[in-house]
């Protein structure tokens, strides 16, 4: 279907998911190249002349053109292959799901983020993303679990009332927020059982067969 | 022209400042109230009734829908009122302006943001925004002034060969970044004199009506 793509994956790394979720959903399949993030692949000479922030995920277009992020990646995905829309139907709703994919990228991810990057004795030195190296602070990685909590309980009270994150449609909301939610298990953070309507929710997202992508 | 809407700004913050361009930009007229985010007016009652999230911009729809967030009130904007386009017109253009708008976000404001609100006295408690207090992290507001310093740079690599950050538009991600590059301002960051790209894109943007807004 894209065979004029190439899609620039690591698999085992929570931001390259969120990409592969969408192709899924879109029933899309593009020839990929596997970056090595524990190697440090990203940041040697070949890939930095593809995406020269040096992160994954990174979609190469027919012309050329690299996107060198998610937001790029969604934005063009939903223009090209319009069906099922992820990023909503009506002017409301498209704003909508932008609201809480934006929540879940910056309550969520970037919460686990800061977690993940300033505890972690293999990502020493590796506190951000992208070329620079910024040292690790751990009292950012203790500010992260508290937002994650806080996080889990915003979700909980959304999904008490809707569906989906965006309403009554799945959406790029959803995947947003599930990738955080999955990204949470690797320091142990999870929904408590209290939060009835967010484990529903992830339960029907992991029942999705983009959730094996 | 949306009279049946309500706008909350706050006259002196820089994330209301990019809706306040964006509508500018549009030629919309809205009527608009003041939250006194010196006085905590957010965190009031009140406010929270409107914005849970205790953020301002945000923007009340006439069915009484709140969108509290830049991403979701650009979104709507868009739709709206498509002329003249700020998301781009062609998928690839599309994509490209959401890149440079979520590179504007992350390295620009949200670094300046760790800047100030983890080094102002009258912040102290108030290291994120929202509901929930957080304590200041003095290394966060240092890492913060290295990032300035490097978004700078990507700025004028960018701008020395595109007119605007997307391409040949002017687009929510010139906002987006020129606001983050004022914003600097506050704690005496600016551009280099040898990045010439950058200075002349800062003084054209400075000279568009939507920057007096």
Not at 95 to 122: D, T
Not at 139 to 153: H, P, T, V
Not at 173 to 202: C, H, M, Y
Request: charged share 25%; glycine share 6%; proline share 7%.
């Amino acid at each position: 279907m894209m065979q004029d793509h190439v899609f620039y994956d690591c698999a085992t790394a929570p931001s390259p998911r969120r990409a592969r979720m969408l192709l899924v959903e879109k029933s899309l399949k593009v020839p990929t190249e596997q970056i090595d993030l524990r190697k440090g692949e990203q940041l040697g000479d070949a890939f930095r002349a593809i995406n020269p922030r040096c992160t994954v995920p990174a979609l190469k277009l027919p012309d050329g053109t690299v996107l060198g992020d998610n937001a790029s990646i969604a934005r063009y995905i939903e223009e090209i292959r319009p069906d099922p829309p992820l990023m909503g139907r009506s002017p409301v709703e498209k704003a909508i799901i932008a609201e809480w994919n934006a929540i879940a990228e910056f309550e969520g991810l970037l919460a686990m983020a800061e977690i993940v990057r300033n505890s972690l004795p293999g990502l020493k030195g590796r506190a951000l993303t992208g070329p620079k190296n910024y040292q690790q602070i751990p009292e950012l990685a203790e500010r992260g679990r508290a937002r994650i909590e806080q996080f889990f309980e915003t979700l909980d009270r959304r999904l008490a009332e809707h569906v989906y994150l965006g309403g009554d449609a799945f959406s790029v909301a959803d995947i947003t927020a599930f990738v955080a939610v999955e990204f949470a298990g690797w320091v142990k953070l999870a929904p408590s059982e209290n939060q009835q309507s967010l484990l529903a929710w992830r339960k029907a997202l992991a029942e999705r067969p983009s959730a094996h992508a």
